[in-house]
C-alpha cells in the first residue's frame, strides 16, 4: 500500500490535481488576505525594484533604459519565481507535517503545490512586465508564442529541483539556510540584472556564468520570448536535457528515501 | 475466533512488523548512553550501520484483523497505539515485516489538519473533502452534509478565526467524519462541544463506526471500548501483550496495571 516513486508521482496528477490546485490558489489568498491591494502588492514591489534598479544599471553599464529595463524586468520576475519554489520547496514537506502524518496522500502533492503556486504569482508579475513592454512601445512578436513551452520545461525542472531540496531539507535542516545563501550568490553571478553581452570576449567567463550556467538557461527560456528573442537552442537542450536526467535522479532519490520522509519530520 | 482465516475475511494483517525510527535531535550523551525510557518505546542503538537513536516503537507485531472486527487498541502511554494507527492508515511504513489492508481505510487522526481559520468554513469543507481524497460528487454531498451537521448558519461563509471554540471544534470534527470508510482508525474519541452537541456528534461516530466493516479504536475508556469492540488489543512497549475478545483484554491490561504500580 505503499507508493513507490513514480505511483506517487502519477497519483498526485491523476488522483490529487485538484487537491494541490486548491491549496495553491489557497496559499495565494492567504499570501493577499486583508490588504487592500490584494495582488497588487506583488506588482506594485516588483515594479519599483525593477524601474529603480534598471534606471541605476542602465547609467551603470551606459545603456539605453529601452533596452536594459524590459530585459532586467522579464529576467527579474522569473528569477523571482525561480527563487521562491526553491526556497519554498525546502520547507515544503516540513509545513505539510500535520498532513503526511496522519493522511495518506502522496508526497508530490505538497511540492506540486509549491510549484503551482508560484506560477499563480509569476502570472501577477507579468503585469509590471507588461506595463514596461506598453511604455516603451515594444513587442516581443511572434516568439511570445514560446512563453507556454518555455514555462512547461521550467516547470519540469522545477519538479526535480524541489523534490531533491524538499527532500535533503527535511532530514538536514541546516541546508535551508544554505539554499537561502547559494540562491542569493546566484542571483549576482548570473546575467540578470546585467546584460550577457557584457561577458563578450571573455571566453572563460561566457562558459561558465553563461553557457554552463544552469540559472541561466532556466531564466533565459522564459525571458528570450518575453522580449522578443528566441531562447538559443543550446538553452533548449540544455534544459530538456536537465529535465529528463534530473527527476530520474529525483525520482530515484525519493524512492529511496520515501519510506523515511515521515519520521525525519 | 478461528487461528487461520480464510483471506477474504481478512481486512488487516500484519506479519512480524517492527518499526524502528530514527531521532536526529537527541544529543551525543543521549545517544550513547542506551536508556530505556520509562515511557515510550524501547530506546537504543538502531541494528548495525552506524550507532545513532532509536525508538523501537511497535516490536514483531503478529496478527489478523477480520472483517466486521471492532478491534480496542489499548496500553499505557507510548505503548505504540497512535504509533500502529498511523502504520495501519499508511502514513508510517514500517521498518520491517508485511503488512496488508484490504479496503478503503479512513482515520479520525485527522481532526483539524489542513483547517486554514482565515478560509471561510465552507471553503475548509471544500479543501477537507480533497484532502480525505474524496471525488466531486462526494464533496458535493460531504459538503451538504457538514453544512446541516455543523449547524453553523450564516456563520459557515465567515472566516473560520471568528467562530468560538464549540464552533470550530464542530466543523472540525464534521469534516473529519464525514468519510465512508471500510476500515476506520480512532485515535481517542474526543469531547465535542455542548451536551446536545456531544450527543449528535457521538450518533455520528457510532454510525460511521458500524458502518465501517472493521475498526480500529484507540483509548483509555474501557466503558467506550466495552461498548463499541468486540476485540481487545494490549501493547506494552510496542509488543503484543494479549489479542482476543474485549473482556479478557481489559481484564489483563488491568492486571497489567495493578501488578505494575
Known sequence: MQLSATQDLAVSLRTHWRLWLNLGIRDTRGRYRRTVLGPFWTVLSNAVMIVSLGLVYSILWKLPVRELLPYFCAGYITWTMLTTVVSESAVAFIGADPIIKSLNLPYLVHILRVIWRNLILFAHSLVVYAAVMIYFRLWPGSSLLLLPPALLLLSLNFLWISLVVAIVCTRFRDVIQVVASVLQVLFFVTPIFWPVERLEGIRMATFVLADANFVYHLVDVVRGPLIGEAPHALTWIYLIVSAILGNVFALAFFERHRRHLAFWL | MTRSPDTAAVAISLRDVNLEYPVFDADRSFRTTLLRGSVGGLIGRSRGGRPRTVVRALSDLNLDILNGDRVGLMGPNGAGKSTLLRVLAGAYQPSSGELIVRGRVSTLLGMGVGIDVDETGHENIVTGCLL?????????????????????????????????????????????????????????????????????????????????????????????????????????????????????????YDTWLTEGA
Open chain 2, 132 to 252: 480525505l481524497g474524496l471525488d466531486k460528487r462526494d464533496s458535493e454531498r460531504v459538503l451538504e452534509d457538514v453544512v446541516s451537521f455543523c449547524e453553523l448558519g450564516q456563520y459557515i461563509h465567515m472566516p473560520v478565526r471568528t467562530y468560538s471554540s464549540g464552533m470550530l471544534v464542530r466543523l472540525m470534527f464534521g469534516i473529519a467524519t464525514s468519510i465512508n470508510p471500510d476500515i476506520l482508525l480512532i485515535d481517542e474519541v474526543l469531547g465535542v462541544g455542548d451536551a446536545r452537541f456531544a450527543a449528535k456528534a457521538e450518533a455520528r461516530v457510532t454510525k460511521l463506526m458500524t458502518q465501517a466493516s472493521a475498526l480500529v479504536l484507540a483509548s483509555h475508556g474501557n466503558e467506550l471500548l466495552r461498548r463499541f469492540c468486540n476485540k481487545g488489543l494490549f501493547l506494552v512497549e510496542g509488543t503484543l501483550r494479549y489479542y482476543g475478545p474485549i473482556d479478557d483484554a481489559i481484564a489483563a
